[in-house]
């Protein structure tokens, strides 16, 4: 009976650890499904825990010195726009604002101390600046800036020449920027006051004696001249000397010379030969003063009942043309239709400023062509 109990227990006993061998096993196989049954590790006598603590590090190591800690990276700053950078319009704008120049620059009178400029409005304008020099190419200095487009120079200096220039001036982003510098312009200024000379025949003789003349203006006058004597005939005597009428009219050294002088010719005279002789007395006048302002008076009208050897309206019309021609060729030459004021309706003098004779004019047509010359004058000049 204790043989069969100590039987069973043994059984028991190897059942349980069979049952336990199994269980270890199907874990196992669960945990590591791709594991091999074969796997030499599953009966392996290896103890080691993997609770072993790892061996210090060996004290007889040292660092290498050679190996630096990387620095720490400080973020940029934000960047801020800068507030003076030019667009792309802008600088298309400054690009074409500094590629041209102002232009139309005029003068509309050139007296001493009042040179009036004027210029075309240039596009993108803020400012003009003027400049003058007594040279084309060098020596130019500012005299002004303004937002205008006209300047008076009120420093200029009688009977000099000067060159003046105009150049624009714009700002765009606290920079200024200039365009290119207009063409010179060219101008001789005159005296407010000129020295004038009225010269010719009988017309004249009668300014002297019927009209107050100022007394900046010389009168030169003979009766009957006319063109070739006044360039060959010793008419006049002055400083002791016999002079042609030309020559008398030059010592005056002119700034302008207004000739009323043709009547008498007009009749007779091939108009070529006369029109010559004012070229001839044209350029002696030109020695003196390269400036001078000569002047054409308009041949005036005659009546009705006229002596014979008095032109024709048709002579007297030849004559004016050419007169009036002459002074567009010429620079600084000029046609005065001052006479005009004595003809009536129908182109001859009017009776109430005929001496009576139908060509000499009296007091009274003498003093309104002086007028006139006077308003004419100042007009075209700005003085008389």
């Known amino acids: 009976m204790k043989k069969t109990i100590s039987l069973i227990c043994c059984i028991s006993v190897f059942a349980v650890f069979c049952l336990c061998y199994t269980t270890s096993i199907d874990s196992y196989g669960k945990n ?7 796997d030499p590790h599953l009966y392996s006598d290896d103890t080691a825990s993997s609770d072993t603590p790892t061996d210090p590090a060996d004290p007889s190591v040292t660092p290498d010195p050679s190996v630096s800690p990387e620095p720490t990276i400080t973020p940029e700053p934000t960047s801020t726009p800068d507030p003076n950078a030019l667009t792309e319009a802008e600088k ?6 500094k590629s041209s120049k102002v232009k139309s620059v ?6 001493e101390k009042k040179v009036k400029l004027t210029w075309k409005k240039y596009s993108g304008a803020k400012k003009y600046i003027v400049l003058r020099s007594t040279k084309k190419s060098t020596g130019y200095k500012t005299l002004t800036k303004t937002k205008k487009t006209y300047y008076t120079d009120k420093k200029a200096k009688k009977r000099k020449q000067y060159y003046y220039r105009v150049k624009a001036t714009t700002t765009i982003k606290s920079k200024t920027y200039y365009s290119k510098q207009s063409t010179a312009k060219k101008i001789y ?3 407010k006051t000129p020295r004038a000379v009225i010269v010719g025949e009988c017309f004249v003789e009668g300014m002297k004696e019927l009209t107050r003349i100022p007394k900046n203006i010389t009168l030169v006058a003979k009766i009957g001249i006319n063109t070739t004597s006044m360039l060959t005939s010793n008419y006049f005597s002055y400083n002791g000397q016999n002079l042609t009428a030309i020559e008398r009219v030059a010592y005056c050294k002119p700034d302008r010379v207004y000739f009323l002088v043709g009547a008498n010719e007009s009749a007779w005279q091939n108009v070529n030969v006369t029109m010559s002789n004012f070229a001839k007395m044209r350029s002696l006048l030109m020695r003196i003063n390269k400036h001078v302002q000569l002047v054409m008076m308009k041949i005036g009208p005659f009546g009705t009942q006229s002596p014979e050897d008095i032109p024709t309206p048709a002579e007297r019309n030849k004559f004016n043309s050419a007169y009036k021609s002459f002074a567009n060729k010429y620079s600084n030459t ?5 006479t005009d004021v ?11 400023y005929s001496e009576g004779d139908g060509c000499h004019w009296n007091t009274n047509g003498t003093i309104a062509v002086v007028e006139r010359m006077k308003s004419w ?3 075209k000049f700005g003085n008389w």
């Open 32 to 38: 590591n499904s791709n594991a091999s049954l074969n």
């Open 92 to 97: 298309k704008k400054i690009k074409k604002f």
């Open 106 to 111: 005029k003068v509309k009178k050139a007296l």
């Open 189 to 191: 200024v005159f005296p």
């Open 334 to 338: 000029y046609f005065c239709p001052a």
């Open 342 to 352: 004595l003809q009536d309706g129908s182109g001859h003098l009017m009776g109430k």
């Open 377 to 379: 004058s100042k007009k």
